[in-house]
């Protein structure tokens, strides 16, 4: 079984700063990979970020990247220089590499403030 | 990129009556499709795995009498709500993995919105 927890359900960031998500996962799986996708208030759904569990190199997109601590088994988004466009539901997920199946967590609301 | 559409985005039904959601991979072929539900401010609860040319294996506490799920080309999947009661109101989402690459991207439909009166 796979777990992924958020524990912020909402949090509120100032245009510009930076804001940091967490998600904390749990698997009995040794290949796994690590998402957080974004659902902006169409709801469409967009990855923002993706980490290969066997990869130690942080994944960075853009303005957004990854602290991942394996053995932690902790996978928190950061968000830089915020803009109103962030401003969404994110969500954590995990996968087995060897399944197509994702486990999401609860959510974070981000609210990026003028 | 991929895309998934889902027809229709939004349908509001009278109690009693059924409802079908279609899913569509437009641009890929998907032998595997998912569908979720998600309440509002909460997170995508995964409802069943939607397989080409095979029965839908379904999640849980989810009625398969209930939510019909067909899989019958490699394009589209339908779920259809039947009996559908006000508690069904809701937004439902299908996704469909994208076979190859690196890792199999999984594209996400635009979603649907359920309301039952």
Not at chain 1, 5 to 20: F, I, K, L, R
Request: hydrophobic share 35%; net charge positive; proline share 3%.
């Amino acid at each position: 079984a796979q777990t992924v927890t958020q524990s912020q359900p909402e949090m509120s960031v100032q245009e510009a700063e930076t804001v940091t998500l967490s998600c904390t996962y749990d698997t009995s799986e040794s290949n796994y990979y690590l998402f957080w996708y974004k659902q902006p208030p169409s709801r469409q759904m967009i990855l923002v970020i993706r980490q290969e569990a066997y990869k130690q190199q942080n994944a960075t997109e853009n303005r957004f990247s990854v602290n991942f601590q394996k053995a932690a088994k902790s996978f928190s988004l950061k968000i830089s220089d915020s803009q109103l466009g962030d401003t969404a539901m994110y969500f954590c997920a995990l996968r087995a590499s060897n399944d197509y199946k994702l486990s999401f967590g609860a959510g974070t609301t981000v609210t990026v403030r003028a | 990129g991929a895309v998934v559409s889902q027809h229709p985005s939004w349908v509001i039904c009278k109690s009693g009556t059924s409802v079908k959601i279609e899913c569509r991979s437009l641009d890929f072929q998907a032998t595997t499709m998912f569908w979720y539900r998600q309440f509002p401010k909460q997170s995508l609860m995964l409802m069943a795995t939607s397989n080409e040319g095979s029965k839908a294996t379904y999640e849980q506490g989810v009625e398969k009498d209930k939510f019909l799920i067909n899989h019958a080309s490699l394009t589209l999947s339908t779920l259809t709500v039947t009996s559908a009661h006000p508690e069904d109101s809701s937004f439902y989402i299908c996704s469909a993995p994208r076979r190859g690459g690196s890792y199999n991207e999984q594209f996400f439909g635009p979603g649907t919105r359920l309301t039952v009166l």
